[in-house]
């Protein structure tokens, strides 16, 4: 019979615009109320870190399930965790070990182009490179920079919905986003719209929706310039150094971000070590 942890955990928000510390040995065996302290504190601290306890792919996604229903891909929309992965997708700069993840990732959410974007993600470090070697990842506070979006900019996508691309659309899987998405513009119709200001579904707290996946917002058909204005405007806005909680990685760590009020983007890294990671998508639900 498996022992059950009782109430071994605590919760330690960072000195910094999100994220907080989970302590204690996480596992799937640990208390209701455990387990409930780590969900409530997600919605409260929308990125959490648990420092280097390696975990097997069970535990990866038992701890997704306390979140909700693992995502499943939709027929005929790629995305990562299409293809042949299995419940658990594997991120390397070896394409031997997994889905190739190699270059820096700009400021994103994951799955924004998607019908039912991501409610969440787990990330675990199997293998990182020494710190001093890059790859870091950095979460972003989206709750704040709504709050701090100037109201002349608010004005401009209140009651909008942005659209954009797939960068899974273009064959590019394996060579990671580029930022340059002029390329994909050509191949890829978009496919879906997504309000700019969106609430989220369990705390009722307006956010900011946008990420570089946005390149059009409704009304601004007819004004090209004015559009890539705003849109510069916006990116500049959501990538400022203060709304970031930045993780420097040591194998065994586990993140856990609510990918419905935050960005995230990774640095580059040296290419002489290997980069592990293994990640478990939850489902979200249609943006509003
Ligand atoms: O490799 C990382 O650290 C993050 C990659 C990423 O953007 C993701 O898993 O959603
Ligand atoms: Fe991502």
């Known amino acids: 019979m498996s022992t059950t942890t009782i109430d071994c955990i ?14 204690g040995p996480v596992s799937a065996e640990l208390s209701g109320v455990d387990t409930f302290t780590i969900v409530e504190a997600l919605r409260q601290h929308q990125v959490l870190v648990i420092k280097e306890q390696p ?7 038992e701890i997704g399930s306390w979140f909700g229903p693992q995502f499943v891909a939709p027929n005929g929309i790629p995305v990562l965790g299409t293809d042949e992965q299995g419940a658990v997708t594997v991120l390397s700069n070896r394409d031997e070990k997994g889905v190739g993840s190699r270059i820096a990732l700009p400021f ?13 993600a787990v990330l675990h470090a199997v293998e990182v490179p020494p710190q001093s070697a890059g790859g870091d990842t950095l979460w972003s506070n989206m709750y704040q920079a709504l709050e701090e979006l100037p109201g ?5 996508i209140e009651g909008k919905r942005g659209t954009g691309v797939n960068p899974y659309a273009a064959g590019r899987l394996g060579a990671g986003f580029t930022g340059d998405t002029q390329k994909y513009t050509d191949e890829v119709v978009p496919d879906f719209w997504h309000p700019l200001v969106r609430t989220h579904p369990e705390t009722g707290r307006q956010t ?14 007819d004004r090209p310039e004015e559009e890539l204005e705003l849109l510069q405007a916006l990116r500049a806005h959501v990538d400022q150094d203060h ?27 040296d290419q002489a070590f290997d980069r592990e990671v293994h990640r478990v998508q939850i489902a979200g639900t249609k943006p509003f």
């Open 10 to 23: 605590s919760i330690h928000p960072f000195d910094g615009p999100l994220g907080a510390e989970v302590r």
């Open 55 to 61: 975990m097997s792919d069970e535990v990866l996604l």
């Open 108 to 120: 994103h959410t994951d799955f924004q182009f998607m019908p039912h974007p991501l409610k969440g």
């Open 152 to 156: 002349d900019l608010r004005e401009k």
């Open 208 to 221: 900011l929706y946008f990420s570089m996946f946005i390149h059009h917002i409704e009304g601004y058909e």
């Open 243 to 269: 709304l970031y909680y930045r993780h420097r990685w040591n194998t065994g760590d586990t993140i856990i971000w609510d990918n419905t009020c935050t960005n995230h983007k990774r640095d580059d890294f």
